[in-house]
């Protein structure tokens, strides 16, 4: 109960933090700048839309696996005592007891098909216990049952459809709206994730198609969080975030339950086994691009600018600085055994020269994050590889749209590109970029692009607090109308057949009717987390504006969603080197006519 409640409600410091009694200060002092900068002064201290994103969670998938294996051992102890004949048996086996991440997404047990394992919604398990019995027990993957409601567990109502947190007595996901529902809707979860399976895969996969020799800092930035503090406005270029990965995921799973809001997400036990492949996630990242990182701040145009945390946390001030140690780069509530806190430096790497952290993952592609890769040709090529395994292959699929073919893209000498690097004639990889306002609905929402009216393409999750959180610094987020950035891949399959279809001159096509084409065959639906649909728009410059009696409110329509692309290079010689994304550029907006107007439902 105390660690789930670290993430967000109840508003509360955690028993682990071990403040002193100088550092123990009432809810609110007139010298704590927790108090006074403004920023909450009851609000959960997780780090959400910000550079120490990655960072602050990695000390929480420790924790989590440190607790499970203190109370293992403290079990297997007390089962040898009483079974002399198992003695060497049962603490050996906690003492090797590690916490595992699900690979949710892997490549060759296609969630499309398998859907979410059984094995953390099935109601019972069948274990082995004393004298090699098998007995039949409680799932505890599947819920959790709260000890006790806390006082702050507030339900929360929107657009007609309640989450009745206060008094559910256990986890839900994708839950009734009723105070006493049956229990989860796994066939709601299962369809969802089965329907954001390829793109999910895709944006893991993006994440490794950074370039090499870009600026430290603002490159962390992009990869780290939603809100890419870093990003000027005439920066086209966009390949996703680990957080955003992390939203869809939440949304994926909870639903309307506590997955789907983050001061609950903490309960559900499927939250540390997500995050435990967040960090995994991480781990390759880092090791494959070792020079990234988010340092004291970044540099535009010659000016530098420090990281903060926009809005605060229980622990950080409104506008706080952000550094990677320090006081400014401590990571409330993690300490070390000698009381000081955990800082963002700490956290970096899993390699035997790194901070200890004493634990590793299972070599993947060939990687090993517990050892430091030799040099710069061994990163690019287990780039390419991790990027292949999660569908970012960008060579087979110009083989396969050849309708592309006249569509320009830079040849060689009208752009900079690595040395022995060589442009896929014919072929632009499309991208859809979006900002949406966080607190457009008073909680988490999904903004999902399709094609051919249902046909899913891609998701973003906005993960939010509701809009009546009692943290000051919510209000200021709301009255600030703060973003999140996302980003959904068009698959390239999904463009050839647009092409096809339209039935044009293939021969006289042009970017111009490419982008025309694309964004005529799609449209986006704004939904909450249950599914009711919000807000809808179909694309193309040829749609008639929304009466305005129809259309939704500016408070919640997306601030942004651009059609890009980006013409792709691969090595002339050395097929095992990652593709190189270049002449990104900004096409139509996605939803044209009038800014997007949206037909509110």
Not at 582 to 588: C, E, L, P, R
Request: overall charge negative; hydrophobic content about 35%.
């Amino acid at each position: 109960m105390e660690i789930g409640g670290i993430h967000g409600r109840p508003y509360r410091e955690w028993a682990g933090d071990r403040r002193t009694h100088d550092e123990a200060l009432a809810d609110f002092s007139g010298v704590d700048k927790k108090d006074t900068n403004p920023s909450p002064s009851r609000f959960g201290v997780s780090s959400h839309a910000a550079i120490t994103f990655p960072s602050w969670h990695r000390p929480y998938v420790m924790l989590i696996e440190q607790a499970i294996g203190d109370y293992a051992e403290n079990v297997a102890q007390q089962i040898e005592n009483s079974n002399p004949s198992e003695v060497g048996l049962w603490v050996k086996a906690s003492k090797e007891l590690r916490f595992p991440c699900v690979l949710v997404l892997h490549r060759f047990n296609p969630v499309e098909k398998e859907g979410f394992p059984s094995l953390f919604y099935d109601n019972e398990l069948t274990v082995t216990a004393t004298g090699h019995k098998t007995v039949t027990v409680p799932n505890p993957l599947s819920f959790f049952n709260f000890p006790y409601i806390p006082e702050d567990f507030k339900d929360t109502t929107r657009n007609g459809v309640t989450a009745h947190f206060s008094v559910w007595p256990k986890t839900y996901r994708h839950a009734a709206d009723s105070a006493t529902p049956v229990g989860s809707n796994i066939a709601d979860l299962q369809t969802t994730l089965k329907q954001q399976a390829e793109d999910l895969r895709t944006k893991v996969g993006m994440l490794f198609s950074f370039p090499d020799g870009g600026e430290s800092s603002i490159i962390y930035d992009q990869f780290s969080n939603t809100r890419n503090e870093s990003r000027q406005e005439d920066d086209n270029t966009t390949v996703g975030s680990l957080e955003g990965v992390h939203n869809s995921i939440h949304g994926a799973i909870g639903g309307n339950g506590h997955m789907g809001n983050p001061d609950y997400a903490g309960f559900d036990p499927f939250f540390y086994f997500h995050h435990s492949n967040v960090d995994r996630i991480i781990s390759l990242w880092e090791w494959c691009y070792t020079s990234y990182w988010m340092n004291n701040g970044y540099t535009v145009e010659g000016v530098d600018y420090s990281w903060n945390q926009q809005y605060g946390t229980y622990a950080q001030a409104y506008n706080e600085k952000l550094e990677e140690d320090g006081e400014f780069g401590h990571l409330v509530p993690w300490r070390h055994p000698d009381g000081s806190y955990w800082t963002n430096k700490e956290t970096r790497f899993l390699t035997s020269d790194a901070f200890p952290k004493y634990y590793s993952y299972k070599e993947f592609l060939g990687v090993k994050v517990d050892k430091p890769a030799a040099n710069l040709q061994q990163q690019q090529e287990a780039r390419a590889r991790i990027a292949k395994f999660y569908s970012v292959d960008p060579q087979t699929s110009a083989q396969n749209t050849t309708t592309l073919a006249h569509v320009p893209v830079p040849g060689v000498g009208e752009v900079d590109l690595p040395s022995n690097f060589q442009s896929i004639k014919g072929f632009r990889l499309f991208i859809i970029l979006a900002r949406l306002p966080e607190h457009a609905f008073g909680r988490s929402y999904n903004f999902q692009v399709f094609y051919k009216g249902n046909n899913l393409i891609g998701n973003i999750t906005v993960f939010a607090r509701e809009d009546d959180s009692p943290c000051k610094a919510c209000a200021l987020r709301r009255e600030s109308a703060s973003l999140v950035r996302g980003v959904i891949s068009i698959p390239p399959r999904i463009v050839h057949e647009i092409i096809v279809n339209s039935g044009i001159d293939r021969t006289k096509n042009t970017m111009d009717i490419t982008t025309g084409l694309v964004t005529k065959a799609l449209s986006g639906k704004l939904l909450d987390l249950s599914g009711k649909v919000l807000a809808s728009a179909q694309g193309g410059e040829e749609v008639a504006a929304v009466p305005a009696s129809h259309a939704a409110s500016k408070r919640v329509q997306p601030v942004e969603i651009t059609l890009l692309s980006s013409a792709i290079a691969q090595h002339a010689n050395d097929k095992n080197q990652p593709v190189h994304f270049f002449d990104w550029n900004a096409h139509k907006g996605l939803f044209p006519v009038r800014r997007p107007d949206y037909l509110l439902f």
